[in-house]
């Protein structure tokens, strides 16, 4: 009993000291703040002394994260992930918080405020955390954000734990404050115009809005089989970081999605990123000036995102001229492919080639978990190489609305699974061919009056009956249109 006694109160006792001994060098800093106030000689005194006193009373190791590192214009990447870290796990224990909008976020972000320590366990060993800020000594104007307070996080841990705190919890806080971080932010929806971002205080070559579509595969009407094989490729993706490496593959994957107007491609990739929660990187080809600053703007992707080159086919001139042309020499060739730019501007020089490089090269690799994709509507005129099986992995193709499509709308738009007209829909959709888009349009509710349902499955059929056009005559103008097309290139 007296033992045990004993023990606690040796136990009370240390843990006083080590409260002490924080305290002391919380002291200490102050001091050196305050001994450039000292004539020199006595501060370099003072300095040495002050120094050996601590390090000989003093049993415990202080490790600072300052908020700003040398260039003083970028934030500290493990300053970031420790704040997300502590605020995630230790603003219940934490006595005073503050209270801000996160730069990423559009919610309230609690931390722990400055001056307060909290203290926390790891696999039995007591650390502290300590929120410092300092005051600039001048008050001066200036454009970067560091000239504000210099803040920092300070860990405090026994020497004798050394080695856990720096080989496994240290990794441990960064990487849990990184995954916290991808959860907690603001997806965002990338375009390629060069912008200045004041808060990392430099150029970027993508400017960002919010990313809010709400689509998802739920609302999204297509054959059921085929969201759902969809799905499970897109997740078996975001989980095969290891399967990536193993294999020795770059971890990203391809997508093709084509189909007419209005079937549902633009939103699939909405629908895509908020499955996994990726960001969207929306690249207009017909921007960039060539191949080099094609690739720079990959370079500035980062991962869990989704790049996305819209209408393909009119990014790049893959057919006709190159076509009718065969036997040019290739760098005349490659010339053919240039995107051509506005035509009063500097002519873009993106090249086939270019772009390949951008999607499997060396290049691709960095950063990881992307996945590219590729919309058209006419998959026809796309070079095989670019949208060849191992590029592009997976060709979605998107069709006119069918009848599971429509019960999804149905659902969707006015809320309802069954309805008498439903089979009148179901054979009419069989044989005329309308977008989803087109369905979509007839089920949106015009106005506010009770029998919407009635109104708006009635509209839908009388625009299917008067839609003229078969898939049979669709295909036929089609091709009509694609022969006039290569007659002209001929010409
Ligand atoms: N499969 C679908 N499921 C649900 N809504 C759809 C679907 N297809 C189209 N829509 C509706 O039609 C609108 C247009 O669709 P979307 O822009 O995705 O078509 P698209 O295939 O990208 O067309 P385009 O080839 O012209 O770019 C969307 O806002 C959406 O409301
Ligand atoms: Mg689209």
């Given at each position: 009993?007296?033992?045990?006694?004993?023990?606690?109160?040796?136990?009370?006792?240390?843990?006083?000291?080590?409260?002490?001994?924080?305290?002391?060098?919380?002291?200490?800093?102050?001091?050196?703040?305050?001994?450039?106030?000292?004539?020199?000689?006595?501060?370099?005194?003072?300095?040495?002394?002050?120094?050996?006193?601590?390090?000989?009373?003093?049993?415990?190791?202080?490790?600072?994260?300052?908020?700003?590192?040398?260039?003083?214009?970028?934030?500290?990447?493990?300053?970031?992930?420790?704040?997300?870290?502590?605020?995630?796990?230790?603003?219940?224990?934490?006595?005073?918080?503050?209270?801000?909008?996160?730069?990423?976020?559009?919610?309230?972000?609690?931390?722990?405020?400055?001056?307060?320590?909290?203290?926390?366990?790891?696999?039995?060993?007591?650390?502290?955390?300590?929120?410092?800020?300092?005051?600039?000594?001048?008050?001066?104007?200036?454009?970067?954000?560091?000239?504000?307070?210099?803040?920092?996080?300070?860990?405090?841990?026994?020497?004798?734990?050394?080695?856990?705190?720096?080989?496994?919890?240290?990794?441990?806080?960064?990487?849990?404050?990184?995954?916290?971080?991808?959860?907690?932010?603001?997806?965002?929806?990338?375009?390629?115009?060069?912008?200045?971002?004041?808060?990392?205080?430099?150029?970027?070559?993508?400017?960002?809005?919010?990313?809010?579509?709400?689509?998802?595969?739920?609302?999204?009407?297509?054959?059921?089989?085929?969201?759902?094989?969809?799905?499970?490729?897109?997740?078996?993706?975001?989980?095969?970081?290891?399967?990536?490496?193993?294999?020795?593959?770059?971890?990203?994957?391809?997508?093709?999605?084509?189909?007419?107007?209005?079937?549902?491609?633009?939103?699939?990739?909405?629908?895509?990123?908020?499955?996994?929660?990726?960001?969207?990187?929306?690249?207009?080809?017909?921007?960039?000036?060539?191949?080099?600053?094609?690739?720079?703007?990959?370079?500035?992707?980062?991962?869990?995102?989704?790049?996305?080159?819209?209408?393909?086919?009119?990014?790049?001139e893959l057919s006709g001229k190159r076509k009718a042309e065969g036997g040019s020499s290739e760098g005349k060739e490659e010339e053919k492919k240039a995107v051509s730019g506005p035509p009063d501007k500097e002519e873009s020089k993106v090249t086939l080639s270019g772009l390949l490089n951008c999607i499997d090269g060396l290049w691709s690799a960095c950063g990881g978990e992307k996945v590219i994709v590729f919309t058209t509507n006419h998959i026809d005129k796309l070079d095989p190489a670019l949208i060849r099986r191992g590029r592009m992995d997976k060709h979605i193709e998107l069709r006119y609305?069918?009848?599971?499509?429509?019960?999804?709308?149905?659902?969707?738009?006015?809320?309802?699974?069954?309805?008498?007209?439903?089979?009148?829909?179901?054979?009419?959709?069989?044989?005329?061919?309308?977008?989803?888009?087109?369905?979509?349009?007839?089920?949106?509710?015009?106005?506010?009056?009770?029998?919407?349902?009635?109104?708006?499955?009635?509209?839908?059929?009388?625009?299917?009956?008067?839609?003229?056009?078969?898939?049979?005559?669709?295909?036929?103008?089609?091709?009509?249109?694609?022969?006039?097309?290569?007659?002209?290139?001929?010409?």
């Open positions: 009993m007296k033992k045990k006694r004993n023990k606690k109160k040796m136990m009370i006792n240390s843990e006083s000291f080590a409260s002490l001994s924080s305290k002391l060098a919380s002291m200490m800093f102050i001091f050196a703040v305050c001994k450039q106030y000292f004539p020199y000689q006595l501060h370099n005194l003072f300095s040495k002394y002050t120094t050996k006193l601590i390090s000989y009373f003093y049993p415990y190791i202080q490790i600072s994260f300052p908020e700003y590192m040398g260039d003083r214009l970028r934030r500290s990447e493990a300053y970031i992930a420790i704040e997300t870290y502590l605020s995630a796990t230790t603003t219940e224990r934490a006595k005073r918080l503050k209270g801000e909008i996160g730069r990423d976020s559009s919610k309230l972000i609690l931390s722990m405020a400055e001056h307060e320590e909290i203290t926390e366990y790891f696999h039995g060993v007591k650390l502290w955390w300590f929120s410092s800020s300092i005051s600039p000594s001048k008050q001066t104007i200036s454009f970067y954000p560091a000239s504000e307070n210099k803040r920092s996080y300070r860990l405090t841990f026994h020497r004798r734990h050394r080695t856990l705190i720096n080989e496994s919890y240290l990794p441990f806080v960064i990487q849990q404050g990184k995954d916290i971080g991808v959860q907690k932010r603001q997806r965002k929806l990338y375009t390629n115009s060069p912008n200045f971002d004041y808060h990392e205080c430099r150029r970027v070559l993508w400017s960002h809005v919010p990313f809010e579509h709400p689509a998802t595969f739920e609302n999204l009407a297509m054959e059921t089989e085929m969201k759902h094989e969809i799905i499970q490729d897109l997740v078996k993706f975001s989980k095969s970081k290891e399967y990536y490496a193993k294999i020795g593959k770059a971890w990203k994957r391809g997508y093709l999605l084509y189909g007419p107007p209005g079937t549902g491609k633009s939103t699939m990739i909405a629908a895509m990123a908020n499955l996994l929660d990726y960001d969207v990187y929306d690249l207009e080809l017909a921007a960039v000036k060539n191949n080099s600053a094609l690739r720079k703007l990959m370079l500035e992707t980062t991962s869990k995102s989704i790049i996305v080159v819209e209408d393909i086919d009119c990014s790049l609305c069918g009848y599971e499509g429509f019960k999804v709308l149905a659902k969707n738009y006015l809320g309802v699974q069954s309805h008498e007209l439903f089979d009148s829909i179901h054979e009419l959709l069989k044989e005329k061919k309308m977008s989803p888009a087109d369905v979509a349009e007839s089920l949106m509710p015009k106005n506010e009056c009770e029998d919407q349902i009635d109104v708006c499955l009635e509209s839908l059929v009388k625009a299917l009956k008067d839609c003229k056009v078969l898939k049979n005559e669709i295909e036929k103008e089609e091709k009509k249109a694609e022969s006039s097309e290569a007659k002209e290139n001929k010409d």
